[in-house]
T-cell receptor
């Protein structure tokens, strides 16, 4: 199993450009998450999904949109990138079952907005 | 607001010693607490989970304690090795498990 994969690994955007980050998991997990990680700060939840076709806002959702059209994929979109969105983005998944809360993370996408 | 505090200063210890990392939290009553390991340039990896009604959990050389009165968790690595050098993240969850709050992590260096 590949676990959780993310594409791309690196990206540089100019202010105002748009892009989509793709997350895929092959563990048949119900829950999926997008986080951002900035120096000196913990992972902050952007959006999450508790099942195919559902999404919800996390702690820092502004400037991002998400979609979960297929159970195995969770897309994160930036419609108009801003320098404040320079960060490392991690996708994660968890089974969502009772007593099964551990999250499995992807390798991350390093995004720079100039 | 909910807050998690982990020592921002790196912890330097000698190989073979026990490393102890601290996680304190405020304005939160978590149902359970998790510890993750993160290596540079990689995503976090799950290590241990402890529930609010558990005092201690062990896994090989790892031990986690959870004191809901003190609002504190301690993470111990016994017989530490240079390969244990990494950043360790503390994470809290309420019931449901989909709004996890992560601490900023503590960097551990184990010297040979």
């Amino acid at each position: 199993n590949a676990g959780v994969t993310q594409t791309p690994k690196f990206r540089v955007l100019k202010t105002g450009q748009s892009m989509t980050l793709l997350c895929a998991q092959d563990m048949n997990h119900e829950y999926m998450y997008w986080y951002r990680q900035d120096p000196g700060m913990g992972l902050r939840l952007i959006h999450y999904s508790v099942g195919e076709g559902t999404t919800a806002k996390g702690e820092v959702p502004d400037g991002y949109n998400v979609s979960r059209l297929k159970k195995q994929n969770f897309l994160l979109g930036l419609e108009s990138a801003a320098p404040s969105q320079t960060s490392v983005y991690f996708c994660a998944s968890s089974s969502g079952g009772v007593d099964s809360y551990e999250q499995y993370f992807g390798p991350g996408t390093r995004l720079t907005v100039t | 607001s909910q807050k998690i505090e982990q020592n921002s200063e790196a912890l330097n210890i000698q190989e073979g010693k026990t490393a102890t990392l601290t996680c304190n939290y405020t304005n939160y009553s978590p149902a359970y607490l998790q510890w993750y390991r993160q290596d540079p340039g990689r995503g976090p990896v799950f290590l241990l989970l402890i529930r609010e009604n558990e005092k201690e959990k062990r896994k090989e050389r790892l031990k986690v304690t959870f004191d809901t009165t003190l609002k504190q968790s301690l993470f111990h690595i016994t017989a530490s090795q240079p390969a244990d050098s990494a950043t360790y993240l503390c994470a809290l969850d309420g019931a449901g498990g989909f709004k996890t709050i992560f601490g900023a992590g503590t960097r551990l260096f184990v010297k040979a």
